[in-house]
């Protein structure tokens, strides 16, 4: 790769073999066009719709479920392996049609995003399409342009570029042609325009030196590529839990197999009793829960203005352990706003954020007045200034430097109407901001007297000052150690500190450097900041509280980087910032334990926050990153959840990301985590619910067939009372509200498996309440003289009876099932009431006597069948007083 910015622009024109006042000629263009390809980053592998729905049958809780559906069919029992393949079906469309929906909206963002540049192009200016552009086309820039690919600057006048979407740097940067050290990093090569960034003031031009996938940021979309589809902590420990249960069922499938034939039963009616408690024991219900609670999650989120593009990502959220974050447009405003002016001895703060000109200017404890040095600070920021801020229907919006646009903003909370100044002072003159120098100067009459005014940094203007204002205006000898200080207070705030100045200058005299010398008055300065958002500090507050880290990881400058940090209260006043030069440095033992006990990462480029995210989750933990650049879209990809900003985040930061924030807030993702707890938190509950069920069934099969006894429930009937009470019952748990004290609970851990202990005791104890159940009052039943089909119909009851109260036990895992309040969640009595009508149809309806082999049983059943169920339910609840005596979840 040839270092564009190590050499000279006639030799990178020679190089290319192009005239850089002429450009290409249109045939060399075409021919470069075929040879190099189109101006755009390659589009990512999609797969057809078919491998989008055959990978929804590849899961192996799905794969559980057509085993057992094939397996029936084979049997020939048809109404039995329509419902279980039924249930895939639904499984799959429901997966599928979400990520089509996902996909599709991918595919319109890239068609609704078209670039024009202006390119030379045989000695003639023409605008034209940006994907048209190949290496060796002069590009012309100007204020307000994106810069179409990545350009050697051969000219350049005034020429800024923001590129905080590239590199995270806040403000604006100066750009030059001149030649760089080789060993110039990214960031700081002043002579290159990158692809992706903005111009925000100025003009210039440039050769094109690369194209499409080999610009910085198609490299970023490189590095998105290579990030590896993480699966989440749900989806592992299913996928664990998955494993256990097959070696489970298959192993209790074939002990019913091998005691039948040790008793003399025969091979096929032993092989229709283990799958039979094969069919018992899987938990039908389970994948589809997974998916449609999922989905609620979706739309809840949706309506917290969070779009999930995936549906495991409502999860993740909520066993998230740290979360990475952008500063810029993520934490703060994205928008430079003066917060501190100096003038006259006196120090001011200025409230309202962002280029609203809304807020005031005040004293330490009440609204300042206007004061003659004050307005001549202000006036000197108007003047100076090359910026515009423009309403729109919603905001106001600038055009410029977002410094200078600071400046305006203060002057109109001050009363300053910036069109009647440019009206009333007229600009004569100008000496452009150069770099070199930091400052700029412009010239103005005022009332027949030409005055000048500079502003920059106050190193540079300070020393061409020899008197300052007083409070009433005056001219007064110079301070300087006082001016120094009030810097440094500044300075020490995060702040971006600027000096305004100005002088008289003689009506013969040409405006230039020289007019700088000692005779300069000082005004004041302003310190400006990109500040933070309102309520980030609190939702940070919230997330420290749950035990979720958040840690800063961007482009911007130290300083700046662990001065927002530490008035968000992410990091301690007394910590440091790490910068990537330092982290380049470390190998990836090392990087480790920085990545663990540093909170602040500055001047940090997208390799190493690719690193950094990968070095936490080599920690063990599970990390959320926030973003909105490109330079945030290969980080966004390889954490466990992207979150990327939808308003001011870019189509490649989307694209990486598994959930999109549409109001670009942090504040939202400490409602997403909450909602992502919650989530976790009622698959659980399904699953303690569901399992127990299943276990009881398999138990009951297995015990008939060591007892050597007829089978108290058939395939059949566990196939009806499974995909019932999953639909209208274990669902119904997926609307639970989240927990009051959901956000004061730490994380769960990543290691931790999917059931605790305690739980996997509490399954076994309902398990066997079941199988005594079930079993007992079966076998009771045909004692007492009921037929078969009627003691069958007796277990099926306790089933679903004992189902039914015991939804009630898993509302709340460890606290008393009226916890969250009896009626907090209706769907739980809907979906009971609607289970108990289809339980009686289930008993007394013919049709269903036919199809089912039950019969209607007397009212005493009923009352045994109750009775049972709840002494159970109670006892479940005395056994969550014992493990949790403080209602403690875990």
């Not at 094939?70 to 997966?95: K, M, Q, R, Y």
């Not at 609307?735 to 959901?742: K, Y």
């Not at 004992?802 to 460890?814: A, V």
């Amino acid at each position: 790769m040839h270092p564009w910015h190590a050499m000279e622009p006639p030799h990178v024109a020679a190089h290319f073999e192009v005239d850089a006042q002429q450009g290409l000629d249109e045939a060399e263009a075409a021919t470069r066009l075929q040879q190099h390809g189109r101006n755009r980053p390659s589009a990512p592998p999609t797969r057809s719709g078919l491998a989008r729905f055959l990978s929804q049958l590849l899961q192996p809780l799905i794969l559980v479920l057509i085993g057992a559906g094939v397996i029936t069919a084979l049997l020939g029992e048809t109404v039995d392996a329509s419902v279980i393949l039924g249930v895939v079906l639904i499984n799959a469309l429901v997966g599928y049609i979400q990520e089509g929906k996902a996909e599709a909206a991918l595919a319109a963002l890239a068609r609704s995003m078209t670039m024009e540049a202006t390119v030379l192009r045989g000695g003639n200016r023409q605008r034209l399409d940006a994907a048209h552009l190949v290496p060796g086309d002069v590009v012309v820039l100007a204020a307000g342009d994106k810069v179409p690919a990545d350009l050697r600057l051969c000219t350049g006048k005034s020429l800024r570029t923001s590129e905080a979407a590239l590199t995270g740097e806040s403000t604006p940067v100066d750009k030059h042609a001149q030649a760089l050290p080789a060993e110039t990093v990214l960031g700081d090569r002043r002579n290159m325009a990158y692809a992706s960034t903005l111009v925000v003031a100025g003009q210039g031009s440039g050769v094109v030196t690369a194209t499409g996938d080999h610009t910085e940021a198609g490299k970023v979309s490189g590095l998105i590529a290579g990030a590896a589809e993480l699966s989440t902590p749900l989806t592992r420990k299913l996928t664990v839990f998955t494993r256990y249960l097959l070696v489970a069922i298959l192993a209790l499938a074939a002990l019913t197999f091998a005691v039948g034939i040790w008793r003399g039963e025969s091979a096929f009616n032993m092989f229709m009793a283990a799958v039979a408690l094969a069919v018992g024991a899987i938990p039908e219900g389970l994948p589809a829960a997974v998916t449609i609670t999922l989905a609620i999650g979706v739309a809840r989120m949706s309506r917290r203005r969070a779009i999930i593009r995936k549906l495991p990502a409502v999860e993740t959220l909520g066993s998230t352990t740290v979360i990475c974050s952008d500063k810029t447009g993520t934490l703060t405003e994205n928008a430079m706003t003066v917060q501190a002016i100096w003038s006259g001895g006196t120090s001011y703060t200025v409230s309202g954020l962002g280029y609203d000109p809304v807020g005031q200017i005040a004293t330490a404890t009440q609204p300042a007045e206007i004061t003659p040095p004050l307005r001549e600070t202000l006036l000197a920021g108007v003047l100076c200034n090359d910026a515009k801020l423009l309403p729109t229907a919603r905001q106001w919006t600038l055009l410029g430097d977002p410094t200078e646009g600071a400046l305006l903003v203060a002057a109109s909370k001050a009363g300053l109407d910036c069109n009647t100044l440019y009206s009333v002072f007229p600009r004569l003159d100008e000496l452009p901001f150069d770099p070199n120098r930091q400052y700029m100067v412009t010239l103005h009459e005022i009332e027949g007297e030409r005055l000048l005014y500079a502003k920059g940094a106050v190193e540079k203007l300070l020393p061409a000052c020899g008197t300052m204002l007083n409070a009433n205006g005056q001219p007064i000898p110079l301070a300087p150690e006082v001016i120094h200080r009030a810097t440094a207070q500044m300075a020490e705030a995060g702040l971006r500190v600027l000096a305004l100045t100005r002088s008289t200058l003689a009506a013969k005299r040409v405006l230039d450097h020289d007019c700088l010398g000692a005779d300069l008055v000082f005004l004041g300065l302003m310190g400006m900041i990109d500040p933070p958002r309102p309520q980030v500090r609190a939702s940070i507050a919230a997330c420290h509280n749950a035990g979720i880290k958040v840690k800063m990881i961007t482009g911007d400058h130290p300083g700046t980087a662990r001065a927002i940090a530490c008035q968000l209260g992410i990091t301690a006043n007394d910590s440091r910032a790490w910068t990537g030069q330092e982290l380049a440095q470390l190998d990836d033992a090392a990087l480790c334990r920085v990545a663990r006990d540093i909170d602040v990462f500055a001047r940090v480029e997208p390799e190493q926050k690719f690193r950094l995210v990968r070095a936490l989750q080599a920690n063990g933990e599970v990390v959320a990153m926030t973003g909105d650049g490109v330079n945030d879209a290969p980080a966004l990809k390889q954490a466990d959840i992207g979150v990327a900003m939808g308003l001011g985040g870019t189509a490649v930061a989307r694209e990486a990301a598994a959930m999109v924030l549409t109001d670009d807030n942090f504040s939202t993702i400490e409602a997403a985590i909450e909602e992502g707890r919650g989530i976790y938190d009622n698959l659980l509950k399904f699953i303690v619910w569901t399992i127990p069920t299943n276990a009881g069934e398999g138990l009951v099969i297995l015990a008939a067939i060591l007892a050597g006894v007829t089978l108290p429930i058939t395939p059949l009937q566990i196939l009806w009372i499974n995909m019932t009470t999953a639909v209208l019952l274990g669902m119904m748990l997926a609307f639970e509200p989240p927990r009051r004290d959901m956000m004061q609970q730490p994380p769960r851990s990543p290691t931790a498996p999917l059931l605790s202990p305690t739980l996997l005791r509490r399954i076994v104890l309902v398990s066997l309440l079941m199988l005594i159940g079930a079993f007992s009052l079966f076998e009771l039943a045909l004692r007492q003289g009921s037929t078969l089909a009627e003691a069958r119909t007796v277990a099926a009851n306790v089933f679903v009876l004992m189902e039914i109260l015991y939804l009630f036990n898993c509302r709340t895992l460890s606290q008393p099932c009226w916890a969250n309040g009896w009626f907090s969640n209706h769907w739980v009595w809907l979906g009971s009431a609607a289970m108990l009508l289809l339980q009686l149809a289930f008993t007394y309806a013919p049709a269903f006597n036919t199809a089912f082999q039950t019969a209607p049983i007397s009212a005493q059943w009923w009352l045994t069948i109750t009775a049972f169920a709840t002494a159970s339910s109670v006892l479940i609840e005395l056994e969550k007083a014992l493990t949790h005596p403080r209602g403690k979840e875990g």
